[in-house]
């Protein structure tokens, strides 16, 4: 019988049109009230650990109000303060674990939960949750989005700058590449042996 890989979080969502309907979606409502998940709270956002991390470090910052935004598409200019705000809170978190391993602070371009959270994640990527193609190429390629980049384009554009589906699903499932060394690594287990030489534990 053949087992799934994916036994602790959902799926990738890559359709826009059917994202975001199932009950599931809504457990990051829950997640920002649970005191072992919360990492840091005050006015405005809080920040909470993944409960499947992806790499050693991996959190996200979720804004306390529910503002009706679930997706970077939804944005616009007068979130830009927010998105900064967020980013520095999360860039704040990086540096008070005192590792010398490199965060990126950013978003999925169709995220599986809502509301809107901005990941914070070590770019180590070793972790027993991360399990597939999909998991790595989400965090590594332009699936991923810098806030950087995003409150760029608020300020330039008020708006995101758009990938299609098929642009997304096409980077989900585009070929496994070390983000570090940019070396073509055939599967997973792979991977995992790869990324050892770069992230030894410390
Ligand atoms: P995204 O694809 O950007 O929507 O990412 C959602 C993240 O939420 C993933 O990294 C999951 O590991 C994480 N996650 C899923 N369920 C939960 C939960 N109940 N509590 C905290 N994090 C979760
Ligand atoms: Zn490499």
């Known amino acids: 019988m053949k087992r799934s890989t994916q036994t602790h979080d ?13 009950s599931w979606t809504n457990c990051l ?3 920002i009230k649970d005191p072992n998940l919360i990492v840091l709270k005050d006015q405005l956002i809080t920040i909470i650990k993944d409960k499947y991390p992806k790499s050693r470090h991996h959190f996200m ?12 598409e939804d944005l616009s200019k007068c979130h830009v303060q927010l998105i900064d705000y967020m980013t520095d809170k999360g860039n704040q978190l990086s540096h008070k674990l005192n590792t010398n391993i490199a965060f990126r602070f950013g978003f999925h371009r169709i995220p599986s939960l809502k509301p809107l959270h901005l990941h914070v994640i070590s770019q180590d990527f070793d972790s027993k949750y991360l399990k597939t193609k999909k998991h790595y190429n989400s965090f590594t390629t332009n699936f991923f989005i810098d806030s950087k980049t995003v409150i760029d384009n608020l300020n330039q554009f008020d708006k995101v700058e758009a990938l299609t589906d098929e642009e997304c699903n096409h980077l989900l499932k585009q070929e496994i590449v070390c983000h570090f060394c940019r070396l073509k690594i055939a599967n997973i287990p792979q991977l995992k042996t790869h990324l050892v030489k770069h992230f ?3």
């Open 10 to 22: 959902k799926p990738l969502m890559v359709k826009k049109s059917t994202k975001m309907s199932n």
């Open 29 to 31: 409502f829950h997640a």
């Open 200 to 202: 030894l534990k410390s």
């Open 61 to 72: 910052v979720i804004p306390n109000e529910d503002i009706g935004i679930n997706s970077i």
